[in-house]
């Protein structure tokens, strides 16, 4: 079946630094994934959906300069938090969608937990 | 807007039955999806529903009525392991995930 890893699965950082979390497909290519960010007890959030070869596009009220995203291959998407606060803190999710079947599921990644200090 | 309802949170006994139910408005319809979401992990999928009517597979089935923006997903013989949250995600038109809240499945002994 189809596989999404992320690294880090979890991430503690200082005020202030800059987090890279990577979401990569592992069996399959993905022209198209997603960022998500869940906080407790909350549903999902889309970020931004990123797209291979071209610049994301980030939902209203996501700072695009604040979450630099980088889909440099098909099978690689990259979400860099910079100038982490401790209101970033959060469980950061990306999706693919497989190039082969189409528009109708995406393939979570496992999450990154991230903790600001 | 678009917009997606599920109740907060529901209880149940192990080895029954339980109904979660989902309302919909998107902009556009291409389908109606079923994840469920253990405490700390990333959403798994359940089900995908673009007709109407009812999918089963296994303890699991999701119906669909697109004329009155209606969803429910019934998991039979309930075991303690089904307690996680339930999220309904209707696909609009750009074939984006509209999300619900989730809803708190407790199962008790």
């Known amino acids: 079946g189809a596989v999404v890893s992320q690294h880090p699965s979890w991430v503690i950082c200082k005020s202030g630094t800059s987090v890279k979390i990577e979401c990569r497909s592992l069996?399959?290519?993905?022209?198209?994934m997603f960022w998500y960010r869940q906080f407790p007890k909350q549903s999902l959030m889309l970020m931004a959906t990123?797209?291979?070869?071209?610049?994301?596009?980030?939902e209203q009220g996501v700072e695009k300069d604040k979450f630099l995203i980088n889909h440099a291959s098909l099978t690689l998407s990259t979400l860099t938090v910079t100038s982490a606060h401790p209101e970033d803190s959060s469980f950061y999710i990306c999706?693919?969608?497989?190039?082969?079947?189409?528009?109708?599921?995406?393939?979570f990644g496992p999450g990154t937990r991230l903790t600001v200090l | 807007g678009q917009n997606i309802d599920q109740p907060t949170e529901m209880t149940a006994t192990e080895g029954a039955i339980v109904q979660i139910n989902c309302t919909y408005q998107t902009s556009g319809f291409n389908g109606l999806f079923w994840y469920q979401q253990h405490a700390g992990e990333a959403p798994t999928f359940l089900s995908y529903n673009v007709l109407d009517g009812l999918e089963e597979k296994g303890r699991f089935s999701s119906f669909l009525s697109r004329s009155k923006g209606y969803s429910y997903l019934l998991l039979k013989e309930l075991q303690m392991k089904d307690s996680a949250s339930y999220l309904c995600?209707?696909?609009?038109?750009?074939?984006?995930?509209?999300w619900g809240a989730g809803t708190k499945l407790i199962i008790k002994p």
């Open positions: 990123s797209n291979e070869g071209s610049k994301a596009t980030y």
């Open positions: 069996d399959f290519q993905a022209t198209t």
């Open positions: 995600a209707g696909m609009d038109s750009n074939y984006q995930l509209i």
């Open positions: 999706s693919a969608r497989d190039d082969e079947f189409g528009y109708n599921e995406q393939f």
